[in-house]
């Protein structure tokens, strides 16, 4: 019975934390008199690497960027990361796990950090949506698929 206990699945947060953070205002403090709204723009990466046997770091990178048409409000980019255990999981299922449920665990982290940064800086929170990774996880596997075959 110990045996059996052993070999369950395990997948835990070990830590999460800040890995990179970056904002930039390149035209302050003149952009602060600016009455317009600006374009939001946000990109999303993330990256998994095995740190040690049973042990993973993934990274999700957000970066958000406000224009106007002929000047960069701001541009912020946050690297939330996370330390996470994943034992005895079939090596397929690693992938899946690590492109969609380890984002999903990272992503309301980041949010709240982008928006904490932003209004920091002086400018009204950013409020990004929630995330889908499993359709985009599904879409950059096909898109590498596509790829390979071509």
């Known amino acids: 019975m110990s045996e059996q206990q052993e070999l369950q699945p395990v997948f835990s947060i070990e ?19 600016e009455q317009e709204q600006p374009e939001i723009d946000m ?10 046997d049973g042990f993973f770091e993934v990274s999700l990178t957000v ?28 090596a ?3 992938d899946p796990i690590l492109g969609v449920a380890c984002p999903n665990i990272l992503f309301p982290y980041a949010r709240e950090t982008v928006s904490s940064l932003v209004g920091r800086a002086g400018f009204p929170p950013v409020l990004l949506a929630p995330i889908n990774f499993e359709a985009l996880y599904m879409q950059q596997r096909a898109a590498q698929a596509e ?4």
């Open 63 to 90: 970066t958000v960027t406000a224009k106007l048409p002929e000047k960069t409000m701001f541009l912020c980019e946050v690297a939330q990361a996370g330390i996470f255990q994943i034992q005895h999981i079939p």
């Open 92 to 94: 397929e299922d690693i």
């Open 15 to 33: 830590k999460i934390y800040v890995k990179d953070l970056s904002l930039e205002i390149p035209n302050a403090p003149a952009i602060f008199l």
């Open 43 to 52: 990109q999303l990466a993330s990256e998994g690497r095995q740190l040690e």
């Open 147 to 150: 790829a390979g075959t071509a």
